[in-house]
């Protein structure tokens, strides 16, 4: 029994005539980042409001943001991307149903995982920015207060600078999840690395070189994301304020 | 598509039940004590001071870690073929169904995740838990299982059942090997009769009771605990 590498496969064209293997999964890596990139802008902006709405003292609008978080944290992501994909078109009015369902083919899949994604990691954005707010000492927010700031001006001036800085390091981990979970996207027709690799090993039959391929490439892309934000932890910094640690997790 | 037909939920919730929440359960539970075991084993691995143990389990750890479970699901189905044909020195590649593959992959792809809590967990007890142990005369097993290990499980019981959680929401993937769990009846269902909106709402809203209701009693469960400590 053996197994027979071919690692040249890499090199030689795909059957879909748009290059060599290689390119096709560097093409993959491409629609990854695209979806995850903006997925998360969606993250981070809803995310940020929701987890902000979460500390305020009007009991509604922290109700209304707690469902919204169990809504999206306790449904599995496949079945998430499933309900925009196959059951929200059909709940909207027929005519905008249809508009939907008639979009150029890989950017109706692009445009639901772009927003699935968004709204999944928006929760877990939420709860670190929840988390980051309360972690900060009461006498900030009292001390905002106390020099006539108004709530608003308290959070942007005071509370947000200081909450972002401290939940730096998680939201690295949620941006780098936010890309490995973009691959849940090719079950609904993304062409994005890991379904990539999939139809790479149907056509070539050398599966363990084109997961090892786009393992390679996930590797690559979260080494870059780290370096990334380890610049971004030191440029933000402000000295003396919150000791950034060094290593740890 | 003018009218829903939720009768069909009705009709499939035998195969839905005892087919597909079955797989489900079964692969959560199996992989969460498959995990769990070694998880803790890797923990240890980790935080020990031999480098051929530590660099390993780290490296292991760092790169299950680092890429997507769909990508992973789909390394180990073609590779525990290889794998158990090797083992069992046959010719060729072995047969292995869906739900082995399954509880393989997910066993050894949580026990990442089970390692880092049980680190965190291991570390969370006292130094001088583990000087007296040793200077008790017992070895590092003995001091390990029954000293360290203890109170490290009940520090992060909590933690452990949040990640059982996300184990049980992610058995959903296997359906990119079409295994037949919970959301690969319903989608097996939704196509044959051409239900989709019908089965995949059901599906969400089961998927929602029994995580909201574990997480929910998994909140209780730490209030009880920080109550007591």
């Known amino acids: 029994m053996g197994y027979h590498w071919n690692w040249s496969i890499l090199f030689q064209p795909e059957p879909g005539g748009t290059g060599t293997y290689l390119h096709f999964l560097l093409g993959g890596l491409v629609w990854t980042l695209a979806t995850a990139l903006s997925a998360w802008v969606i993250a981070l902006a809803v995310g940020s409001v929701v987890g902000t709405l979460r500390t305020t003292a009007n009991p509604w609008v922290v109700r209304a943001g707690n469902f919204y978080v169990e809504i999206f944290r306790n449904i599995p992501l496949i079945v998430q991307m499933f309900l925009w994909f196959f059951v929200f078109p059909e709940l909207l009015p027929v005519k905008w149903g249809d508009a939907i369902k008639q979009i150029t083919p890989p950017w109706g899949s692009y445009y639901t995982a772009v927003l699935c994604l968004g709204v999944f990691t928006s929760v877990r954005v939420a709860e670190q920015v929840r988390a980051g707010i309360q972690s900060l000492p009461r006498g900030q927010r009292m001390a905002a207060t106390a020099m006539g700031l108004t709530q608003a001006q308290a959070y942007r001036f005071v509370i947000l600078p200081q909450a972002f800085r401290i939940i730096l390091p998680p939201l690295t981990s949620e941006f780098m999840n936010i890309i490995k979970n973009s691959s849940v996207a090719y079950t609904i027709g993304l062409a994005e690395l890991t379904g990539r690799s999939r139809a790479m090993q149907e056509f070539s039959f050398q599966p363990f070189e084109a997961f090892a391929a786009a393992t390679t490439l996930y590797l690559i892309t979260n080494v870059v994301v780290v370096l990334g934000m380890r610049w971004l932890e030191r440029r933000v910094r402000v000295p003396g304020l919150i000791a950034v640690e060094a290593g740890g997790h | ?229």
């Not at chain 2, 870690?65 to 290889?82: A, D, E, N, T």
């Open chain 2, 1 to 229: 598509m003018g009218g829903f037909d939720w009768e069909v939920i009705q009709r499939s919730l035998p195969y839905l039940f005892k087919t597909g929440m079955t797989f489900t359960v079964e692969l959560t539970l199996i992989a969460m004590v498959g995990g769990i075991f070694f998880g803790t084993l890797l923990a240890m691995m980790r935080l020990s001071s031999h480098k051929y143990l530590s660099i390993p389990a780290g490296a292991y750890v760092n790169l299950m870690r680092s890429i997507p479970l769909v990508l992973v699901i789909f390394w180990f189905f073609f590779l525990v073929p290889y794998i158990g044909g090797w083992v069992t020195r046959s010719s060729s590649p072995i047969q292995v169904g869906a739900f082995a593959s399954a509880v393989i992959t997910f066993t050894m792809f949580e026990a990442t995740y089970y390692c880092e809590i049980m680190r965190a967990g291991i570390q969370s007890v006292a130094r001088g838990q583990v000087w007296s142990g040793y200077a008790l005369g017992l070895n590092y097993w003995q001091t390990m299982g029954h000293i360290v290990l203890p109170q490290a499980f009940r520090n992060m019981v909590p933690v452990l059942l949040t990640q059982t959680i996300i184990l049980f929401q992610d058995t959903s993937l296997v359906y990119v090997i079409s295994a037949t769990d919970f959301m690969g009846a319903a989608s097996k269902i939704a196509n044959r009769d051409y239900r989709l909106v019908e089965m995949y709402s059901f599906v969400a809203v089961v998927y929602f009771a029994i995580s909201f209701s574990l997480s929910y009693f998994v909140k209780r469960l730490q209030v009880k605990i920080a109550v007591i400590r």
